[in-house]
């Protein structure tokens, strides 16, 4: 149950050639957790801020079985998301607003709304992040996701290893999805 609530709070995000996390920090108070992974990919900028954006590529790598998503709205750096879960005990939307900036270099994302059908599901008070690509040496993109999150219960103990772990994990899955446009990239320019 919980890790299904996280995977709707970690939306949207990537490392070194479909790696893993370099650094991974996690704090939190109370009810609230910021979370931030950095990582690297060759992807040009344009490209990565392409895939992590676009409501095509994203129904690709944000996939459950109890997840279908769908778009609200899209235009050229915006765009609005609905994840609907259908879990057993309960139904749960959750829409999500993206932005990039004009440089590409930020890509943000945050919650507007959230409902569930019953109190099994914690509420998702507020949530939100963001990609930084914070250096780009030699056409290796230096990226820096952070994640934020508000519930309506205290996170402690297991609670936060879980939402570390679901990060990470969200992350090494978003990051192969990224490799597999990497080496086409690179094969596509090494032709041209």
């Not at 790598?61 to 609905?82: A, F, G, H």
């Not at 949530?127 to 994640?147: A, C, F, M, P, R």
């Amino acid at each position: 149950m919980i890790r299904s609530v996280l995977c709707v709070l970690i939306f949207a995000m990537s490392l070194s050639a479909a790696g893993t996390p370099q650094s991974t920090k996690m704090s939190r108070s109370d009810s609230a957790f910021t979370l931030s992974l950095t990582f690297t990919t060759t992807l040009p900028k344009e490209k990565l801020m392409e895939v992590l954006f676009t409501y095509d590529h994203t129904k690709q790598y944000v996939k459950s079985p109890s997840l279908s998503i769908s778009l609200i709205k899209e235009e050229p750096r915006y765009n609005v998301i609905k994840y609907h879960y259908n879990y057993l005990v309960s139904k749960m939307d959750m829409e999500i607003e993206n932005k990039i900036s004009t440089d590409y270099n930020h890509f943000n994302f945050e919650q507007t709304s959230f409902k569930r059908t019953n109190k099994l599901i914690p509420k998702v008070i507020s949530s939100g992040g963001k990609y930084d690509i914070l250096k780009n040496e030699n056409g290796t993109l230096l990226v820096k996701y952070t994640q934020w999150g508000k519930m309506d219960q205290k996170i402690s103990g297991i609670f936060e290893k879980v939402i570390q772990m679901e990060s990470v994990g969200f992350i090494k899955d978003l990051l192969k999805y990224v490799g597999n446009f990497e080496s086409k990239y690179t094969s596509t320019a090494q032709v041209n």
